[in-house]
């Protein structure tokens, strides 16, 4: 059996990364099972080159490559990256954080009572989309600086620099409530139940921009020292 | 009928009971491992045990440690606390499943 050596490696870091698996926690695991594949299989096909060994090995990965697992690995981190975003979020809505929520949701309240206006919901809206756009950009332009800083990506960090869904799904929900508001009006504003339904609503969309866009990038070093500890996380 | 098919649906339990049978794994050892207790009848894909592994990994059921394995880095799978409670889990449930399905195939039951 032939064991590796560096320069055949550092060949399949080069091989994986040409074959899509741009991050790094998954790059290691990929090279080290096709260096595993590729030294057993030398024992039976001792005339093979290490070409010839890597194409017998990845081949066992199907007609999609590495496409699968780099999906379902995100997939699986996404899930991930959502537990933590609603821990963030909750916290948020936990003694005594709450009172400052509650404060928000209070004045949001009064506001659309004492001004009695049709347009008031649409204009929070509106604020709330602002604010996640500029969320957006920040997340993008941390993203690139990260990128020229570090070398190695790390499927989380690209997780959490894409608001846990490629980039504009924090602007989804909001912008739905706006379209639900210009398409059906907001006649219903003298209600109080309405008015308590928009108030709580803002209050939990401006969280939700707030953690996906600004306290989980602000932690992105702990965060992902936390993940991939065992890598002993550098670069 | 492919026979993987078949497998597929219980390709979490083979995995969780292999964790369970040894202390850590990685990724192409439990290839092997199971290539080797089949007698070559069953061989795992590739491209569907790392999806379970990490699958597992995020339900909390495994946790992972690297080591640094001549020049390269190896990344080991084993069983959580958690884990080892699906494993008990999920090989009773195989059993029940492969009990119902003997009840339905074997030719001398007789169904009243």
Redesign the interface.
């Known amino acids: 059996m032939i064991?590796?050596?560096?320069k055949h490696?550092d060949h399949l870091y080069d091989f994986v990364r040409r074959h899509f698996v741009p991050y790094y926690d998954l790059q290691?695991?990929?090279?080290?099972?096709l260096?595993?594949?590729i030294e057993?299989l030398s024992e039976e096909h001792p005339g093979k080159s290490f070409e010839q060994l890597l194409d017998i090995e990845f081949r066992?990965?199907?007609v999609?490559g590495f496409e699968?697992?780099v999906a379902?690995?995100a997939n699986?981190?996404s899930?991930?990256y959502y537990r933590l975003a609603l821990e963030r979020v909750a916290g948020y809505f936990k003694w005594p954080v709450i009172l400052q929520s509650l404060f928000y949701g209070v004045l949001c309240y009064f506001t659309l009572t004492v001004i009695d206006s049709q347009w008031l919901p649409m204009a929070f809206y509106v604020f709330i989309i602002a604010v996640a756009i500029a969320g957006v950009v920040r997340l993008w332009r941390q993203k690139k600086q990260r990128e020229r800083k570090y070398s190695r990506k790390w499927l989380l960090q690209e997780i959490i620099f894409n608001g846990g869904g490629g980039g504009v799904a924090i602007l989804q929900l909001p912008l739905q409530l706006l379209l639900f508001f210009v398409n059906h009006g907001s006649e219903r504003i003298e209600l109080l139940w309405f008015r308590l339904l928009v108030a709580v609503s803002v209050v939990v969309l401006f969280r939700i921009v707030q953690v996906v866009c600004w306290v989980i990038p602000d932690q992105i070093d702990s965060i992902l020292e936390e993940r991939y500890k065992?890598?002993?996380f550098s670069d | 009928m492919d026979k993987w098919k078949l497998y597929k649906g219980s390709l979490d339990t083979i995995v969780l009971q292999l964790l369970g049978q040894n202390d850590r794994m990685?990724?192409?050892?439990i290839t092997?491992k199971v290539k080797e207790v089949t007698e070559g009848e069953l061989e795992i894909?590739?491209?569907a045990l790392?999806?379970a592994l990490?699958?597992l990994?995020?339900k909390g059921l495994l946790e992972?440690?690297?080591d640094h394995?001549?020049?390269?880095?190896?990344?080991y799978y084993k069983l959580t606390e958690q884990g080892l409670r699906e494993k008990d889990n999920a090989l009773q449930q195989l059993e029940d499943y492969l009990s119902t399905m003997k009840k339905l195939i074997d030719p001398n039951i007789s169904f009243g």
């Open positions: 064991t590796l050596e560096q490696i290691t695991e990929l090279v080290d099972h260096a595993s594949g057993k066992k990965f199907g999609h699968d697992v379902k690995r699986a981190l899930k991930e065992t890598y002993k | 990685y990724g192409y050892e092997q894909k590739e491209g790392y999806p990490h699958r990994e995020a992972v440690e690297v394995v001549g020049n390269r880095m190896r990344k």
